[in-house]
């Protein structure tokens, strides 16, 4: 079932639909020394039938480690064109090329399998983070194919458990806050800005 | 001295000038439990003379008992034109009523002096996140003096010891990354994107 909060997200994306940066969001999570990190993510679309966020990351990148000492994350969403602003607290399911589950491998692929040539060579490109590698192949990949994942790639999943909508435009501003409580239904509440 | 960050920062800033939304950016804090929060706040300037960013925040806020519990953030700016991240890790310093610095309380005087009447008013809003006060009253008030900051006002500061600049147009991207070493120097290093 649909939480309340996706359908004035789906009018915020439908909104900004011509804008692909409508798409960056920026996802927090704590490192094992327990400090903050923060990034830029691309929105790859919910989960069918769930309220479950997409988002791709590499093996070899710093927030996997993060993740798997602290699996929870937030998101903040912020449109600029209608100056809305969405905080997305929930629980991050990696999934990764040794993930047992055979649904979450298969939706590992499919996601995989949309990606652009140019995002696929990415997780073919020398380890992210490291000394630069100034050799010009080393980037110049062939596109790996588009049927069998590479190893680095993982699909990211994020279960919101606690909702924040805030919105700039009104006169004073709306916000709003859903909770998924035990039972998985989704408590809301007008809370002041 | 500025540090080496400071010019390809003030590059995306000079050339978002036309765009209030270029000036807002995302801060991950670490809550007292040990979970990643993340909000939009708006860039005001960085202090004369030094490398700190400059943010303001309501004393009622959540983030407040987060940083006096680990006073670490991460800010993620993303330039939407000249597709730019710049990741900024640093430590923070909160600037209260009864922050006893001469200094910063100049400082923190002189940043709600330069609010809007607009701004200004939302610190005499009722407690944020609170279950919404529907009294219209509440939210018209009149605005606060321009030379007295209100109680609820507070000045943040974050002094970067780690900065992560990405370009996402360059033919592979560059990403660089510079650390304030404990003698202050800043060392810069090309990285993998």
Same mark, same amino acid.
């Given at each position: 079932m649909l939480a309340p909060w996706r359908s004035p997200l789906a009018r915020a994306l439908h909104r900004h639909r011509r804008q692909p940066q409508? $798409? /960056?969001? *920026?996802?927090?999570?704590?490192?094992?020394?327990g400090y903050p990190a923060n990034r830029t993510v691309v929105f790859r679309g919910f989960r069918d039938e769930t309220n479950q966020l997409r988002i791709v990351t590499d093996a070899r990148s710093g927030k996997i480690a *993060?993740?798997? *000492?602290?699996?929870?994350?937030?998101?903040?969403? /912020?449109?600029?064109?209608?100056r809305e602003q969405f905080r997305?607290?929930?629980?991050?399911?990696?999934?990764? =090329?040794?993930? !047992?589950? !055979?649904?979450? =491998?298969?939706? $590992?692929q499919q996601i995989w399998q949309r990606l652009s040539d140019t995002a696929r060579s990415q997780f073919a490109w020398p380890h992210p983070g490291a000394a630069r590698d100034h050799r010009p192949e080393s980037f110049a990949v062939a596109p790996p194919e588009p049927t069998a994942p590479l190893a680095e790639f993982c699909l990211l999943l994020l279960e919101p458990q606690r909702v924040d909508w805030l919105e700039l435009c009104g006169e004073p501003q709306n916000r709003w806050r859903y909770v998924r409580d035990a039972t998985g239904y989704w408590q809301q509440a007008a809370v002041n800005p």
């Open positions: 409508a $798409r /960056y969001l *920026q996802l927090a999570t704590v490192t094992p020394e *993060q993740l798997l *000492q602290q699996p929870w994350g937030e998101i903040c969403w /912020y449109f600029s064109e209608s997305l607290f929930g629980s991050l399911v990696l999934v990764a =090329q040794d993930s !047992p589950d !055979p649904a979450l =491998q298969q939706e $590992r």
